[in-house]
């Protein structure tokens, strides 16, 4: 099975990153478009949250999906247990969130339209490259030896990850994502 990595925003804390202080510390938020973060990473604080329509949750994520969705914060629980799974697929990156430490899991890890079934997917590009899907349907056994990844069926933009990863979550005790089999999300906010 592959799901779609999303906040678990209902019921943990939403993490962010403010573009103002990346561009402070780093120098230019641009820079977050290159493939790799890590020669120029400096550690950036992050925030949490209530990004909840009950606007009530005050429970702090293990582990999230950052908003550039390419990303995953992690306290150090997360990392410790996840760091040596995470590091063939991505860059470990420290950053703080209010006083604590954290890591931010940068994917570098991008597939091609060879892994996704084209006959079962389908998708708008705007003038502007912008990627609206319809549907999207991976073939999973192609892969299989991939733990999270992005495809290039949404312009990179999303993270998805297949089934060893949510056993690594789930069997860690690790709270904060939500694991969408709506790949494209059509039925989701």
Known sequence: MIYKLRADRE??????LDSYAIEKIIGDF????????????????????????SNNVVKVPDITVWATQNCLALNQNAYDKLKQHLAE???LLPIECEGTPYWLFHSTNKTGM???DLNQSARQVDEVDYVEMQALVFKEDSLKDQLVFQTEFSNHRNMYCTEEFKTLVDSNGLKGLYFSRDLACIDEI
């Open 11 to 16: 019921n943990y804390l939403n993490f962010y």
């Open 30 to 53: 641009f820079l977050l478009y290159e493939d790799h973060w890590a020669d120029f990473w400096k550690k950036v604080p992050g925030t949490f949250t209530d990004d909840s329509d």
């Open 114 to 116: 060879e892994h996704v």
């Open 89 to 91: 697929f991505g860059e």
